[in-house]
């Protein structure tokens, strides 16, 4: 391995020398002041995978990773290479090989002993398990360019979810009941009743510790019960008619001669209420228009459950999907909603089928979430524990419990249930007073937006 810049200097000596020795041109060498790195692909690395053998006893077997998976980007104003889709858990990075690794002028690379440049060679198993410098030289010898190479790997495994929980338990919760909790602008708002008096417990989704608490009045707040979020605002029925509130505290009747028997819920710029058992729909809470059932005698008469699930493909198109109970039963209804106006879809009942072992459970206390694509159940089992946490992933057709795990709780008396911009499920338990927070590890991970270039794409 030879050290630089001799090697260097020994290249430019011998341009210098054969292009002023002119008598014979088959030795004339080009040189050039350009250093660059104008590609890099990772070559194949191994991982270390770990299972369970047949006698519970955790075992290691080695898998090989495609480097070509996990495109280079190329910073030619910063001087950064690195992968920002970042190489799964347990990759070994301490034996890197480039598939290939391109540039103008020769490459070097800092030694992690003596801290001076030796060359380079893409092919060699390189340690990369922290961040290498390496420098490009002219083949003039006049220049060199500095990139700080970066080959990051996930600490955490995607699809592992983890629950924490920030708050052990809280003074005020242990004597809620009819909780209804949202995330607003960084702050988890809990309204519930505590014995006959109405309240809102508000806490900064940073530090849910430091929650607190603010009596709302009888006269000038709705029932808990009947409150759903929509738009940055908060909608409920006070003295049996449509009010909205900013803050949570200031609550101002709607200018409507509109009186709903109940709000079932909101999609991401609708209201939907129930009147006489049919179904209107309202974009600011005043003026209300019928909506279309598909099935009007089997839509849910109470405890709604709801969802806005965004679609996977297009932005401007979402589904609300409700759960409710109507005589006793569970029910699950959706609409699908085109937000541009243009088209108009009727509500539609997905009725229980006989040989379908992933019909919707009935819980007590239930709460749907959108999340991760999909919709999750909360809520408490015939025997008053958590109940499992039931994810549906095709519209309601079908649930199941082995998606998103729950938490470790003690039994609470009932849940308030809601997520946050960072895509925490938040768990708020009355009785116990314990608040959880929990999220796929992927769903934590940053979204990087490229503009400079990409492995062999890179640009001179």
């Not at 053998?53 to 996990?70: F, K, L, P």
């Amino acid at each position: 391995m030879r050290t630089f810049p001799a090697l260097v200097l020994a290249v430019a000596t011998c341009g210098c020398m054969t292009t002023a020795c002119d008598t014979d041109n088959t030795y004339d060498v080009e040189t050039s002041a350009e250093c660059l790195v104008t590609s890099a692909t990772l070559g194949t690395l191994p991982r270390t995978m770990h299972t369970l053998s047949s006698a519970g006893e955790d075992s290691t077997y080695t898998v090989n990773v495609s480097g070509s998976y996990y495109p280079l980007y190329i910073d030619q104003v910063e001087n950064r290479i690195y992968n920002g889709d970042s190489l799964p858990v347990g990759t070994d990075v301490t034996r890197v090989t480039f598939q290939t690794f391109s540039t103008i002028g020769t490459a070097a690379i800092r030694s992690l002993v003596s801290g001076t440049d030796t060359t380079f060679s893409a092919t060699d198993s390189t340690d990369f398990s922290r961040e290498r410098l390496v420098t490009i030289y002219s083949s003039d010898g006049t220049a060199r360019r500095e990139y700080r190479v970066n080959i990051n790997v996930h600490r955490e495994e995607a699809d592992s979810f983890r629950w924490a929980r920030p708050v052990a338990t809280n003074e005020f919760l242990p004597w809620l009941t009819y909780m209804r909790a949202a995330v607003k602008d960084g702050y988890l708002y809990i309204f519930a009743r505590e014995s006959e008096q109405k309240v809102l417990l508000k806490a900064p989704t940073a530090d849910p510790s430091a929650m607190t608490r603010t009596p709302l009045s009888g006269r000038d707040a709705p029932d808990p019960s009947t409150i759903v979020a929509m738009g940055g605002s908060f909608y409920g029925l006070l003295n049996g008619k449509p009010a909205r509130t900013e803050d949570g505290i200031m609550w101002m009747p709607l200018n409507t001669t509109f009186r709903p028997d109940a709000l079932v819920a909101a999609g991401s710029r609708t209201l939907y209420a129930l009147s006489d058992g049919q179904l209107y729909a309202s974009a600011d809470g005043i003026s209300w228009t019928e909506e279309k059932l598909d099935e009007p005698d089997r839509f849910p008469t109470e405890q709604f459950a709801w969802a806005v699930i965004p679609s996977r493909t297009d932005p401007t198109f979402e589904d609300v999907l409700l759960v409710g109970r109507r005589d006793g039963e569970v029910v699950v209804w959706k609409r699908n909603i085109d937000l541009t106006g243009g088209e108009q879809f009727a509500w539609n009942y997905y009725p229980a089928m006989a040989d379908n072992p992933y019909n919707c459970p009935q819980l007590t206390d239930a709460t749907l979430i959108a999340y991760d694509e999909g919709a999750v159940l909360c809520g408490l089992d015939a025997d008053g524990n958590m109940a499992p946490l039931y994810m549906s992933r095709d519209g309601g057709r079908t649930w199941k419990d082995d998606d998103v795990p729950r938490p470790d709780a003690a039994k609470p008396v009932t849940l308030a249930v809601t997520t946050d911009a960072d895509n925490y499920i938040w768990i708020v338990c009355a009785g116990t007073g314990e608040v959880w927070r929990g999220r796929f590890n992927r769903l934590g991970w940053a979204d990087q937006d490229f503009s400079f270039t990409r492995g062999a794409d890179a640009q001179r």
